[in-house]
């Protein structure tokens, strides 16, 4: 099985800062990464896509990229509505796992 | 608009099953498969499998396997989840979630259920 790695496993930021999020995959996965949001009792939300493509709807802060095992998110611009749990996940082989999440909580 | 509506919190003895359904609606039930992701308290995402609702074929994690059944109904746009053997460590929400598969060949969950909630517990 692909394991994921995300780091770190919580960050804390303040409204505005620029946030970046890195995952890694145990062998090369290609670009065949996602990227999800889950805020607390809700279910995860797709951001991007095939590492680097942005959901429809999702804000234009945010952004992917990386390719093979290193793979980053970034928030250009941390917004009071983005501080909630990020999630990768490997869409290359089954099992299709998900990195441990992210917290970015508030300063 | 793409809706997956899920059965409503359960809580069972160890050792008995428990069956979580996932109604689709708003799509073509049968032109997309269904994944399964499990979130125990205070953890994260964990893949237990996905089905192909339109000739029943699944693929489930290693970890899982034997203990879980994932099935259709096609006329019903329902797909299933049943795990067997509970115990304490399976109390988790879970999740259905559609899989779009894009031309280049590249899958994401694009759309969720609310998650159920099962809890083990004696």
């Known amino acids: 099985d692909i394991q994921m790695t995300q780091s770190p496993s919580s960050l804390s930021a303040s409204v505005g800062d620029r946030v970046t999020i890195t995952c890694r995959a145990s062998?090369?996965?290609?670009?065949?990464l996602n990227w999800y949001q889950q805020k607390p009792g809700k279910a995860p939300k797709l951001l991007i896509y095939v590492a680097s493509s942005l959901q429809s709807g999702v804000p234009s802060r945010f952004s992917g990229s990386g390719s093979g095992t290193h793979f980053t998110l970034t928030i250009s611009s941390l917004q009071p509505e983005d501080f909630a749990t990020y999630s990768c996940q490997q869409s290359y082989s089954t099992p299709n796992t998900f990195g441990g999440g992210t917290k970015v909580e508030i300063k | 608009q793409v809706q997956l509506v899920q059965s409503g919190a359960e809580v069972k003895r160890p050792g008995a099953s428990v069956k979580v359904s996932c109604k689709a609606s708003g799509y073509m039930f049968t032109s997309y498969y269904m994944h399964w992701v499990r979130q125990a308290p205070g953890q994260g995402l964990e893949w237990m499998g996905v089905?192909?609702?339109?000739?029943?074929?699944?693929s489930y994690s290693r970890k899982y396997q034997g203990r879980v059944t994932m099935t259709r109904d096609t006329s019903r746009s329902t797909v299933y989840m049943e795990l067997s053997s509970l115990r304490s460590e399976d109390t988790a929400v879970y999740y259905c979630?559609?899989?779009?598969?894009?031309?280049?060949?590249?899958?994401?969950?694009?759309?969720w259920g609310q998650g159920t909630l099962v809890t083990v517990s004696s």
């Open positions: 062998q090369s996965i290609s670009s065949s």
């Open positions: 979630a559609r899989v779009y598969h894009s031309s280049e060949g590249e899958a994401f969950l694009d759309y």
């Open positions: 089905i192909n609702p339109s000739g029943g074929s699944t």
